[in-house]
């Protein structure tokens, strides 16, 4: 129920916010994540898609096209695998359950860029770059037996979606898009925690 409060919340705060322009105003945008591994991270650690996720940034408008400032996040892989035969030390093989689970953080400075910011457009298309650091729990358990990895690694981002705003006149409303996350690891004999993550969720400026 406080969801649904908070909720009630944002959209009375982006309903009355009428803003012509976003040049000179700081705008929050939060978002569920739902992300899908990619590369040696499906192969070898993660196989399937995680559902528990959420970003957010706070973005300055320098121009109407252009804002800048930086975005956070989390999203929470999992996978555990049928039991099997694993080798393990001194040439023996054990038969154990194999479970694999990495959270991301993203700490990034971002750009967005609205080609027809400015504008009354009833859809805004975007494209985004973010550049910072990825801060990697990685926890692996064969049995019992394992632990964890905490790392801070750099992470690069590209992404694109489109803006919806609720009014020709608002600055606020719904967002739709998809980032593309470069995520370095190289410890434990893996390489990268690369992923997708599919976003949808609502903007605002802030005052």
């Not at 600055?171 to 690891?185: E, I, M, Q, W």
């Not at 190289?186 to 390489?191: A, I, P, R, S």
Request: proline share 4%; charged share 10%; net charge positive.
């Amino acid at each position: 129920m406080k969801l649904v409060r908070y909720l009630s919340l944002f959209i009375l705060i982006m309903i009355t916010a009428h803003v012509h322009a976003q040049k000179g105003q700081l705008r929050f945008s939060l978002q569920y994540s739902y992300a899908l591994p990619l590369g040696d991270f499906k192969t070898d650690v993660i196989g399937d898609a995680s559902p528990r996720g959420v970003t957010g940034d706070f973005l300055f408008g320098v121009s109407n096209k252009v804002s800048l400032g930086v975005g956070l996040g989390y999203q929470d892989f999992y996978q555990k695998y049928p039991r099997s035969l694993y080798k393990t030390g001194n040439n023996e093989v054990t038969s154990a359950v194999l479970s694999n689970s990495v959270q991301i953080m993203p700490v990034l400075a971002k750009a967005e860029i609205h080609p027809m910011g400015g504008s009354h457009s009833p859809v805004q298309p975007y494209v985004s770059l973010g550049a910072g650091v990825g801060i990697t729990t990685f926890t692996q358990y064969l049995g019992e037996f394992g632990g964890s990895d905490y790392t801070g690694k750099l992470m690069l981002q590209g992404g694109a979606g489109i803006a919806i705003p609720f009014g020709s006149a608002s600055n606020s409303g719904f967002r739709l898009g998809a980032n593309y996350n470069l995520v370095n690891y190289d410890k434990n004999g893996f390489g990268n925690f690369n992923n997708l993550n599919l976003q949808a969720g609502l903007y605002f400026p802030l005052r």
